[in-house]
């Protein structure tokens, strides 16, 4: 059969790489034609349009790069339409995949896959009317959306387990390493390490890294802090945030720095997640340039009390949060001094990660979505 998947950033194609791997052993006769990133290129198949052309976010930079947007989706949308998939899937990035649902359902009879649901539980609720239009079946990976599709909204829906438990247990099964092994090989000293996650875009990182360096600088003489170098991010382009607190960048192997970190600030998103799978204790962070502006925004349009995967998952803090106006390098040195070794909420953030764990359920959550879709396409 053939299949036609969407991930706009880097956490949908290595979501949607797997996917596309259990879709392969599922049905041998599998093609595939894609948006996304290196990693669903390295599946087979053809990309038509690599994600980092449309990986923005926030009002200005969308602005500015609408031009482009507009094309990706119109080629999109033609590229479905002349091909004819047996199903299209689309793995988070709503903006632009919920545009593509409805050309596709309006023009076609081609079955559309929802794997890694919109978090509209967190804002932007109208667009379930859009979801019950013109998906077919959601495939979600928060054990709490159930509630919120299902029970609420009457919106089928099937939990499958969450990938970033397969990939942080294929992680640690096959790729061992050692702390001195990783050090050599990244030119770092044999400091303890503070690793920083300050996100995949360029406004999250502008926004992010300068303040966590800032927070960083009491610990300079004790601790080395390594950044997590995002896709398509050189190293020059962040050593333009250097300040007092020196440090290394390491690309494409996030989780060897987080499995060799002390503690880490990292900014919401999957990573939170995967962080607290590898068991390393965190500050979730996340600055906007316009700090009143955005927490006014937060107050009104989120409808969730916490922003980080592994809060929201515990239904409770196991991870503080610093978000808007509240991340200043005064609260950012706070939290890191707690949950570092000695740290009075170190343990008891380890002790709610076994929970979170304990919620997401069994791994295996790309395999059981793909046999659950190639079987719904058999049945027609």
């Known amino acids: 059969m053939k299949y036609y998947l969407i991930a706009g950033e880097a956490s949908g194609d290595l979501h949607a790489s797997r996917l596309m791997h259990e879709l392969r052993k599922a049905d041998q006769e599998a093609q595939f034609r894609f948006i996304g990133g290196d ?97 077919s079946r959601v495939y979600s990976i928060l054990p709490f959306e159930v509630d919120f599709f299902e029970r609420k909204h009457h919106c089928p829906i099937d939990y499958v387990g969450n990938p970033s438990l397969d990939e942080v247990n294929e992680y640690l099964l096959r790729h061992p390493s050692s702390p001195s092994e990783f050090r050599l090989r990244n030119q770092l000293s044999p400091k303890p390490i503070v690793a920083l996650l300050p996100g995949s875009r360029r406004q999250e990182i502008r926004d992010n890294l300068p303040l966590m360096l800032r927070a960083l600088e009491p610990y300079a003489n004790d601790y080395q802090a390594v950044v997590a170098g995002a896709p398509g991010f050189e190293e020059q382009q962040y050593q333009r945030y250097r300040a007092s607190t020196p440090f290394r960048v390491v690309h494409g192997q996030t989780y060897q720095l987080l499995q060799h970190a002390e503690a880490a600030l990292v900014t919401s998103g999957t990573a939170t997640l995967e962080t607290a799978l590898l068991g390393v204790p965190q500050v979730v962070c996340y600055n906007m340039r316009a700090g009143w502006l955005a927490n006014l925004g937060r107050r009104l349009i989120l409808k969730v009390p916490y922003i980080s995967l592994v809060n929201l998952i515990a239904q409770r803090e196991v991870v503080p949060e610093l978000v808007a106006a509240r991340m200043t390098v005064s609260r950012l040195r706070q939290c890191l001094a707690s949950i570092l070794p000695g740290g009075r909420g170190r343990q008891q953030m380890l002790e709610g990660y076994r929970q979170v764990r304990e919620r997401l359920g069994e791994p295996g959550a790309p395999e059981k979505a793909a046999l659950l879709m190639t079987a719904r396409l058999r049945e027609g």
């Open 39 to 135: 990693l669903m290129r390295e599946q087979g198949g053809t990309l038509l349009c690599h994600y980092s052309r449309l990986a923005y976010m926030g009002v200005v930079p969308v602005v500015l790069h609408l031009g482009t947007i507009l094309k990706a989706l119109r080629l999109a949308e033609r590229d479905i339409r002349e091909w004819q998939p047996h199903a299209l899937i689309l793995v988070d990035y709503p903006g632009f995949n919920l545009k593509v649902a409805k050309y596709v359902r309006q023009r076609t009879a081609v079955p559309i896959f929802y794997y890694i649901a919109p978090k509209l539980w967190a804002w932007k609720e109208y667009r379930i009317r859009y979801i019950k239009r013109d998906i």
